[in-house]
């Protein structure tokens, strides 16, 4: 029987990324983001391609109710889930801690800690039930070292490596794994979102250098999804080469 992986934020980035090479190795997969029809374009492609089934839940991860309500309500057949890739996330604004905007650390906690944490509370009474599973946090270089005007989304990446560890213990009794997979820059729609909409300025990130792709970061999170039954990464930070931490790069090389 093929294997299923929920993936959030399959609509762009990592999450398509994610969605596409776990497509190419057979797994049946439940795409979740905001825009339907970006999602809809990628499960027409993947069943195509891949011959697999794909289904899609148009959902805002901040959204408890609505979460509960549509993970509670996944036919029979797509219960069973082996793997979630916790990944729906944003960064907005880049500004000293006295100049941020409430309204985006509003969204960025909401998003990338309270949405990890409803996604997850949702699917682990799931994974109980099967006897196991295994759950794939993104986190960050953010999450491992603050920036300058980096502050509230490096805290919501320092959150997500601080939950890893506890689901990590708190799933142990379970036979679920937790892994947290933490990115260097990689060049998806993050820096557009977070400069809000200005493309230059998101170009600009990636500038002098090559940055990861989302499909680097796939192929991490599918490296750690094979791993056998008795073993877990439990943390993965994968970097350009062109990085040596957050705020060190070799840019002309
Ligand atoms: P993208 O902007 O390309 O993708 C973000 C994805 O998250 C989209 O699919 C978006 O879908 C989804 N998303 C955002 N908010 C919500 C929400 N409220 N509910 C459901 N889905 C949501 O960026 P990345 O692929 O780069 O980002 C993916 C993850 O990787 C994030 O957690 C980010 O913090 C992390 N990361 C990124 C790095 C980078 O340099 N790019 C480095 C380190 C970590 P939609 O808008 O359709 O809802
Ligand atoms: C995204 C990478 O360095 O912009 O998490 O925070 S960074």
């Given at each position: 029987m093929s294997k299923t992986i929920f993936i959030t934020g399959?609509?762009?980035g990592i999450g398509e990324a994610c969605a596409e090479i776990f497509a190419a190795a057979g797994y049946q997969l439940i795409l979740c983001a905001r825009r339907q029809d970006r999602l809809e374009t990628l499960r027409r492609k993947l069943e195509k391609q891949h011959g697999i089934a794909v289904l899609n839940l148009a959902l805002d991860v901040r959204e408890g109710d609505a979460v509960r309500k549509a993970i509670g309500k996944l036919p029979f057949h797509w219960k069973r889930i082996d793997v979630l890739v916790n990944n729906a996330g944003l960064a907005l604004g880049f500004a000293p801690i006295d100049e941020g905007n409430p309204a985006d650390w509003d969204r960025m906690i909401d998003t990338n800690v309270k949405g990890l944490l409803i996604v997850s509370q949702a699917v682990i009474p799931l994974m109980k039930k099967a006897g196991g599973g295994h759950i794939i946090n993104i986190g960050s270089i953010a999450g491992v070292e603050a920036y300058p005007k980096g502050n509230v989304y490096c805290a919501t990446k320092h959150a997500v490596a601080s939950l890893s560890k506890g689901m990590r213990m708190d799933l142990l009794p379970h036979g679920i794994k937790v892994s947290l997979v933490s990115p260097g820059a990689t060049e998806t729609e993050f820096s557009v979102v977070r400069f809000r909409g200005d493309a230059q300025k998101a170009k600009d990130v990636y500038r002098g250098y090559q940055p990861l792709t989302g499909a680097d970061i796939a192929e991490a999170v599918f490296f750690v999804a094979g791993m056998p039954p008795h073993a877990n990464i439990n943390e993965m930070l994968t970097m350009p080469?062109?990085?040596?931490?957050?705020t060190v790069f070799h840019k002309g090389g």
């Open positions: 399959a609509s762009s080469t062109a990085q040596a931490s957050a």
